[in-house]
C-alpha cells in the first residue's frame, strides 16, 4: 500500500475564546470533531492554550530525561501494564525508546517520577513542564469528549466517564537509524485506549492509515506550528460508538538526520 505525502487529515481550531457549549462555534465546531473522528479516526487540533513557551518547556524536558538520564536509571521506570514503563533497547524497533507516567493529572504521581530519575537532586523544571503540560492537554481531552458526547446526544453521560478516566503520559524518542539499520520507529497499531492527543517536534515520521486502506503522512508543521496536536480515537472509543468512530492504524518511520520527539496522552 502506497504512502500518499499530499493527503491532508482534516484540521480543527479550538483557539477561540468563544468556544463554549451551546453557541454557534461550538456546534459548528463539534459537526466538524464528529465528521473527522468517523471519517478519518483523526484530526489536527489547532489549540493555543498550549503556548509556544510550554511546547519548548516539553520537548527540552523530554531532551533531557532521554539523553542526560542513564539507561539504568531509565530501567526503572516499571509497570505491571505493557507499555506503560520504559521500553527500549529492543532489536525489532531500535531507534524507539519510550517511557510513561500513570495518571500525570495527580502531582504526587509527577513527582514520584521525578525523583525516580534525578534521585539526588530532583529537578523541579522538568515536574513544571509536565505538570504544566498534562493539565492543558488533559482540558482539550476533555472538550472534544463533551463534543462527541453531546453530538451522540449522550452528554449527560460524560460526567461519570471523565470522573473514571485515568490518563497515561507516554514520552518517546525516536533517533536517527545508523547505516543498514531498521527506521521503523514503531509498528502499525492501533491505540487501545479512548483517545490519543500526540505532540511532536518538527521532524516527520507519523503515518496514519485511513479507511480506504492509504497511509498518510502528517507533516506536524503544515497546518500550524507548536500550538498543533493530533486528536486520535482509539479502540475503546470505537467499541463506545458502536463502530461508528474509526480507530486508525498508524506507525512510525523514520526519514532524514534528525531525532524526533513526541509526547502523547491516552485515556
Partial sequence: MATNMSDELPVVKFCSENLKSGTKEWVF???????????????????????????????????????????ERKLQNVSEKPYHGYFGQNPLMPIHESMGIEHPILPTNINS???????????????????????????????????VFESYGVGNALKSHMESTKYLMRMIKYRVPKEKEMNLGAFPHTDKSFLTILHQNEVNGLQIKTRDNKWIQYHPFSSSSTSSFIVMAGDAFFAWSNGRIYSPPHRVIMSG???????????
Avoid at 466538524?32 to 468517523?38: G, N, Q
Avoid at 513544571?128 to 492543558?136: H, M, Q
Avoid at 538526520?257 to 485515556?267: A, I, K, Q, T
Fill in 29 to 71: 465546531t463539534m459537526k466538524k470533531v464528529r465528521e473527522a473522528l468517523e471519517d478519518y479516526g483523526c484530526f489536527v487540533a489547532l489549540y493555543d492554550s498550549v503556548s509556544a513557551e510550554v511546547s519548548s518547556n516539553m520537548f527540552d524536558s523530554l531532551k533531557e530525561l532521554f539523553d542526560d538520564v542513564p539507561l
Fill in 113 to 147: 517520577f521525578t525523583n525516580l530519575m534525578w534521585p539526588s537532586r530532583g529537578n523541579d523544571s522538568f515536574r513544571e513542564s509536565v505538570t504544566t503540560y498534562a493539565k492543558l492537554v488533559s482540558e482539550l481531552d476533555e472538550r472534544v469528549k463533551r463534543m
Fill in 257 to 267: 538526520n534528525r531525532e524526533r520527539y513526541s509526547v502523547g496522552l491516552f485515556s
